[in-house]
């Protein structure tokens, strides 16, 4: 099954601690997104990539960084400096194009205590 | 830059066609017009894509007028299960990169 895969689907941290978020793709697309969602809002944009070893800043980085070594791969991690880290984590992909469909994991919602 | 303006929610029962508009007046000569719906604690999912007049395909429908400053998804025959968000998204940001999903249209359907 092709699919994009985010684990865990439900984590907790302490408040002051880095957290990584896992992202795996098997669609061989070039390109992949991480999104942010807090509850009754849209979907805002925080790194994306387009291509391996290569990703650039979306409207919301501070306090997060990505890595992109691998096609199918494109960790997320929360760090410390994230003021309000606590929200619904969605990472996407696509073929390469910015307006071709995205297609979007199953999202991991993130507590911090 | 495309703005969208969706209504913030509706309401149906099982059985009944619903017609969700947006607006987009600043639409782009290029810019496509995309359809997402998204259930709680899930990932969006694509409907349908349009670019003018009308497209189908076997979830529903997208009606684009001429001058394209609007768009109508048609879902026909809602069931319980089509209560989700829909999201109506038009072009790109400004960085050129994602698609921009505003706050979306929830749809609550009542048997």
């Known amino acids: 099954d092709g699919g994009i895969t985010q684990s865990p689907k439900y984590l907790f941290r302490k408040e002051g601690q880095n957290v990584t978020l896992s992202c795996e793709q098997n669609l061989n697309h070039d390109a992949m997104y991480w999104y942010r969602q807090d509850p009754g809002q849209g979907l805002r944009l925080i790194y994306y990539?387009?291509?391996?070893?290569?990703?650039q800043k979306g409207d919301i980085a501070e306090g997060y960084s990505v890595s992109r070594e691998k096609k199918e791969s494109f960790p997320l991690t929360v760090t410390s400096a994230q003021k309000n880290p606590t929200a619904f984590y969605l990472c996407?992909?696509?073929?390469?194009?910015?307006?071709?469909?995205?297609?979007f994991g199953p999202g991991t919602r993130l507590t911090v205590l | 830059l495309a703005k969208t303006t969706q209504p913030i929610s509706m309401d149906s029962y099982e059985g009944q066609e619903v017609n969700i508009t947006c607006s987009h007046n600043n639409i782009a000569t290029n810019d496509y017009i995309t359809w997402y719906q998204q259930f709680p604690s899930q990932g969006p999912r694509f409907i349908i894509q349009?670019?003018?007049t009308k497209v189908t395909n076997e979830v529903a429908s997208l009606f684009i007028p001429a001058d394209r400053k609007s768009s109508t998804l048609s879902l026909p025959r809602v069931s319980l299960s089509d209560t989700a968000v829909y999201y109506c998204l038009v072009g790109i940001n400004q960085a050129g990169t994602a698609l921009i999903f505003g706050k979306g249209t929830t749809l609550s359907v009542s048997s």
């Open positions: 996407a992909s696509n073929p390469a194009g910015f307006t071709d469909t995205q297609y």
């Open positions: 990539s387009q291509i391996v070893n290569d990703f």
């Open positions: 349009g670019y003018k």
